[in-house]
């Protein structure tokens, strides 16, 4: 019998095939990368931000002679330069403060000359952050003025200044100053000019009387509060005082608001209606007992959805408080909490519940260097020699034992397909290979999966087989696949890497293509032909890469618990290991954050 003979692959064939599919995944890895980035330092840049505007504040807040650096020209007690680690950045504050002469009353060596020049003092707060990649330190300055105004009035200055959430200036500002405590009585409202600035002068004398409030329209507000009362007694900004010939300075941040979808689903993405949580901010309004500025609950409606208007930017978390709910647990969120609001941004949030079981515990994984969360962790919780494993994130569906048969439309026992035609799956080694008889094997074969359920509709990117290499006997491409996606779980088209069904996929690892976006279920066909009928292809193992909406990358959710000490196991290719980390379930819910550091 004659048979037609074909050549293999050259070696520079292959190689330069090697370096295509390289470059291109490479490229894509740098896309994603740069995304990641980007996220992460405008997070940053927000702490930064906040962190800046607090030293400003203390330095405000300062008696005039204290403002200065340790050991420098003016002296005070001030730190030259201190260390504070958050949102898992290490950043550096420098503080500069230089005495200025300003030239209102003359000039030193002027005319006239002053022959007190040091009228005011100038400040300026830069935070950077030298571990953190393309972040450009941020800088603040302020004016302090001294102790006494330069007139003969007994009262005093107030000067009002308002700035964004980066530290820039907000011109138009409406300002309402109340101190029923004075005579005559003080209610008036006045805007910031270019500066952000509002200056009064020749303002009565009057100890935390003086009530603040700043708006704008579509921004934020802020305020001063009254000390000493039940709800607030230790309040962070109190009403402001006005000492007789002193200058008053106080600052505001305003921003423009932003706004929260709430969703509440399973991790199969069923809305859940009805679901009350709570939504809590990271600023404070007072200390000693801490009083956020903004805490509320709120529930999802009959769509499972609440969408919360007029936010102002804050780090927010969330929480189904057992107050609230006594038939669902928090089982994650995407994206992980706390989530960072940025000003005049609208930022989704889905809640993953969960049906109350005993008690749960949920463990979120974060990298301990950016913050974010750490998908494919394996995480064990033990007791009483009982372990239960879970993994974080479903970055990846993956079969790799097909002896359990045809037959089986979606995939329940993962060692099942859907059908096949001259294939056979029945080795030891779970592999599919192709039909023999007599010694002798098909010439092709075909073998379709069942369906693989995401749980959303979402995007597929790569498809990837083992073994890599096949039989050179058995031919080029002896060893193709299709994959049709669907939303319907009916409709199955199987098409290659341009789409349609006149392709196929040939080389693991290929892009799935946009085609497939979307989607939220998917079924592979794998084609094995050879050249020769002495020789198979073979396939052990067949895996996708994929996104969803409801599987949270970085988070686990431990149910139906006793109360009592367990002890963790986290691990993770790449991290260094955490084991045998004590975890106490004392209640129906809790989280634990666990921080894991590259190796």
């Known amino acids: 019998m004659k048979r037609n003979k074909q050549s293999g692959f050259t070696l520079i064939e292959a190689l330069v095939g090697i370096f295509v599919?390289?470059?291109?995944?490479?490229?894509?890895?740098?896309?994603?990368?740069?995304?990641?980035?980007?996220?992460?330092?405008?997070?940053?840049?927000?702490?930064?931000?906040?962190?800046?505007?607090?030293?400003?504040?203390?330095?405000?807040?300062?008696?005039?002679?204290?403002?200065?650096?340790?050991?420098?020209?003016?002296?005070?007690?001030?730190?030259p330069e201190k260390t504070i680690i958050?949102?898992?950045?290490?950043?550096?504050?420098?503080?500069?403060?230089?005495?200025?002469?300003?030239?209102?009353?003359?000039?030193?060596?002027?005319?006239?000359?002053?022959?007190?020049?040091?009228?005011?003092?100038?400040?300026?707060?830069?935070?950077?952050?030298?571990?953190?990649?393309?972040?450009?330190?941020?800088?603040?300055?302020?004016?302090?003025?001294?102790?006494?105004?330069?007139?003969?009035?007994?009262?005093?200055?107030?000067?009002?200044?308002?700035?964004?959430?980066?530290?820039?200036?907000?011109?138009?500002?409406?300002?309402?100053?109340?101190?029923?405590?004075?005579?005559?009585?003080?209610?008036m409202s006045d805007v910031t000019g270019i500066s952000g600035a509002l200056q009064l002068v020749d303002v009565i004398s009057s100890n935390q009387k003086y009530k603040i409030s700043v708006s704008k329209d579509g921004y934020s507000s802020d305020m001063t509060y009254t000390p000493r009362l039940a709800a607030n007694p230790n309040p962070t900004?109190?009403?402001a005082t006005v000492a007789s010939k002193q200058v008053t300075q106080i600052s505001f941040s305003i921003d423009k608001l932003s706004a929260l979808n709430v969703s509440t689903v399973t991790s199969t993405c069923t809305s859940t209606p009805n679901i009350n949580f709570r939504l809590v901010g990271s600023k404070l309004i007072g200390t000693n007992p801490d009083v956020y500025k903004f805490s509320a609950d709120y529930t999802t409606g009959a769509d499972a959805t609440k969408t919360i208007?007029?936010?102002?930017?804050?780090?927010?978390?969330?929480?189904?408080?057992?107050?609230?709910?006594?038939?669902?647990?928090?089982?994650?969120?995407?994206?992980?909490?706390?989530?960072?609001?940025?000003?005049?941004?609208?930022?989704?949030?889905?809640?993953?519940?969960?049906?109350?079981?005993?008690?749960?515990?949920?463990?979120?994984?974060?990298?301990?260097?950016?913050?974010?969360?750490?998908?494919?962790?394996?995480?064990?919780?033990?007791k009483n020699g009982t372990s239960v494993v879970l993994t974080t994130g479903r970055g990846s569906k993956a079969q790799s034992d097909w002896q359990g048969g045809a037959g089986q439309a979606d995939l329940y026992d993962e060692t099942k397909y859907y059908s096949s035609s001259n294939v056979n799956t029945a080795s030891s080694e779970g592999e599919i290979v192709l039909s023999s008889t007599l010694g002798e094997y098909e010439t092709d074969g075909t073998l379709e999966s069942s369906t693989f359920d995401t749980g959303s509709e979402g995007n597929f990117y790569n498809l990837n087989w083992l073994p890599i290499d096949e039989p050179t006997a058995s031919g080029p491409d002896s060893v193709k696949f299709q994959i049709a996606t669907n939303n319907d779980k009916s409709t199955w088209n199987y098409v290659g890497p341009d789409g349609t069904g006149n392709t196929y996929f040939t080389s693991s690892g290929e892009a799935l293509?946009?085609?497939?976006?979307?989607?939220?279920?998917?079924?592979?066909?794998?084609?094995?032909?050879t050249d020769d009928v002495a020789s198979t292809p073979n396939i052990s193992n067949v895996s996708f890469g994929f996104t969803s909406d409801c599987v949270p990358s970085g988070q686990v959710f431990f149910d139906g618990l006793s109360l009592g000490d367990y002890e963790l196991d986290v691990v993770k290719e790449g991290y260094n290991s955490i084991l045998a980390l004590p975890v106490s379930v004392g209640g129906a819910w809790q989280e634990k954050v666990v921080l894991m550091s590259l190796k």
């Open 21 to 79: 599919f390289a470059v291109v995944v490479s490229s894509i890895l740098e896309a994603y990368y740069v995304l990641i980035g980007s996220a992460r330092n405008s997070r940053l840049k927000v702490s930064a931000t906040l962190l800046a505007n607090e030293q400003i504040e203390i330095i405000r807040n300062l008696p005039y002679s204290s403002v200065g650096v340790v050991g420098g020209i003016p002296n005070g007690i001030l730190d």
């Open 86 to 187: 958050k949102d898992a950045a290490t950043f550096i504050i420098k503080t500069t403060i230089r005495n200025k002469d300003d030239s209102f009353d003359g000039t030193l060596g002027g005319n006239p000359n002053d022959v007190a020049p040091a009228d005011y003092k100038l400040a300026e707060v830069e935070v950077s952050c030298g571990t953190c990649k393309n972040f450009p330190p941020i800088i603040l300055t302020t004016n302090v003025a001294p102790k006494s105004l330069e007139t003969s009035s007994n009262n005093g200055a107030l000067f009002v200044n308002v700035f964004d959430a980066l530290g820039q200036p907000v011109p138009g500002a409406v300002v309402n100053i109340v101190n029923s405590y004075v005579t005559p009585q003080v209610n």
């Open 237 to 239: 900004k109190p009403d």
């Open 309 to 382: 208007d007029n936010l102002e930017w804050d780090t927010y978390s969330v929480s189904i408080p057992n107050t609230l709910t006594s038939t669902h647990a928090m089982a994650g969120t995407l994206s992980m909490v706390p989530v960072s609001l940025l000003p005049d941004t609208t930022q989704d949030l889905k809640i993953i519940v969960a049906p109350k079981n005993l008690n749960g515990l949920l463990i979120s994984l974060k990298d301990s260097g950016t913050g974010l969360s750490v998908s494919g962790a394996e995480v064990t919780l033990r």
């Open 513 to 529: 293509g946009a085609s497939h976006e979307g989607r939220r279920y998917i079924r592979y066909k794998v084609f094995l032909h």
